[in-house]
C-alpha cells in the first residue's frame, strides 16, 4: 500500500517516468511514487510528448511485479482497469478506456498512462526487474494551457465532476489501485480483463485503422486475451492491433 517514506514529490521535473527508471535502476523499492505538479519534457506513448501544464496529477509508480514476461504488456490494461474503477467510485464520472493507454471522458481525453520496464535478468527467472507506470490525469486544467490543437480533444475532472478531489487524497487511493491491479493480473488475469472490457470506450465504434501507410475503415470488436485489440474492417475481415500499431488508430469524427 501507499507509503509516505517512499513517496517523492517535485514542483516541476522533465519527467516523473524518466526519475522513476533512474531510481528503479538504482534500487528503488517497489511501490515508490514520484509525483510533480508539473512537467517540463513529459513522456507519452512512441516518443511523443505528453502534454503536463500545471492543473493535472502526474505521477509514476516502481513495480517489482512477480510476473512472467508473456503478462507484462498487460501491465497497461491493469492499470487503465484500476484507475477507471478508481475514478468512477471516488469521483463518480463514467471514466473508459480507449485501448490501451488512454482514459477517456465524453469522448474527450482526460488521462494517459506509459508503461516502461526495466531489464530481464536472469537471476529474476526470466522477470523484468522492475516496470514503471507513469499517469497523466486533467484534474482542473483549462483547455488554455494546452497547445491549440489540443484544446477541442482533452477534458478535466473540473469540468464535469460535482467537487474535484483534492491531489493528496486521491493520488494514495490510486496508487493503491494500481497495486492491487498488478497483484490481480498475476493471481486472476481473466477476471481484470473482463473488467476492462466493461470500460471499453471502442468496442461498437467505427475506426480508422493506419498501418504501414495503409488506412483501413473498421469497427471495433474488443479486446482478445492476451491484450491485444481485434477491429473488423469493411470487408468483414477481423485484425488484431498490436501495442505498436494502436496510435494510429482514431475516431472518425
Not at 517516468?17 to 505538479?37: F, R, S, Y
Not at 507506470?133 to 483549462?142: E, L, R
Not at 480533444?153 to 498488478?182: D, K
Not at 465504434?205 to 471495433?220: D, F, I, K, V, W
Request: hydrophobic share 40%; proline share 4%; net charge negative.
Amino acid at each position: 500500500m501507499f507509503r509516505e517514506e517512499l513517496y517523492y514529490h517535485f514542483s516541476s521535473i522533465a519527467s516523473t517516468n524518466t526519475v522513476a527508471v533512474n531510481m528503479a535502476e538504482q534500487g528503488a523499492e517497489h511501490g515508490t511514487v514520484i509525483h510533480a505538479d508539473s512537467q517540463t519534457s513529459g513522456k507519452g506513448r512512441g516518443g511523443r510528448r505528453f502534454e503536463s501544464p500545471a492543473g493535472g496529477l502526474y505521477f509514476s509508480l516502481i513495480l517489482r511485479p512477480e510476473l512472467e514476461l508473456k503478462d507484462l504488456p498487460l501491465i497497461t490494461l491493469a492499470a487503465g482497469t484500476s484507475l477507471c474503477s478508481t475514478l468512477r467510485e471516488k469521483v463518480s464520472v463514467p471514466v473508459m478506456m480507449k485501448w490501451p493507454n488512454d482514459l477517456y471522458l465524453h469522448d474527450r481525453k482526460l488521462a494517459g498512462i506509459l508503461t516502461e520496464s526495466g531489464p530481464v535478468r536472469c537471476a529474476s527467472n526470466g522477470r523484468a526487474d522492475f516496470v514503471v507506470i507513469g499517469v497523466g490525469i486533467n484534474m482542473t486544467t483549462a483547455p488554455e494551457q494546452f497547445p491549440t490543437e489540443l484544446r477541442q480533444t482533452c477534458i478535466a475532472l473540473a469540468n464535469v465532476a460535482e467537487s474535484c478531489p483534492r491531489e493528496e487524497i486521491l493520488l494514495p487511493q490510486l496508487v493503491n489501485a494500481l497495486l492491487r491491479a498488478c497483484q490481480q493480473l498475476g493471481q486472476d488475469k481473466k477476471a481484470l480483463l473482463a473488467e476492462w472490457r466493461t470500460f471499453d470506450y471502442l468496442q461498437g465504434r467505427s475506426l480508422r485503422y493506419l498501418c504501414h501507410e495503409t488506412e483501413l475503415q473498421a469497427t471495433g470488436i474488443g479486446l482478445a486475451e492476451d491484450g491485444q485489440y481485434i477491429i473488423l474492417d469493411s470487408q468483414g475481415i477481423k485484425h488484431r492491433v498490436t501495442a505498436g500499431d494502436l496510435n494510429p488508430v482514431k475516431m472518425i469524427s
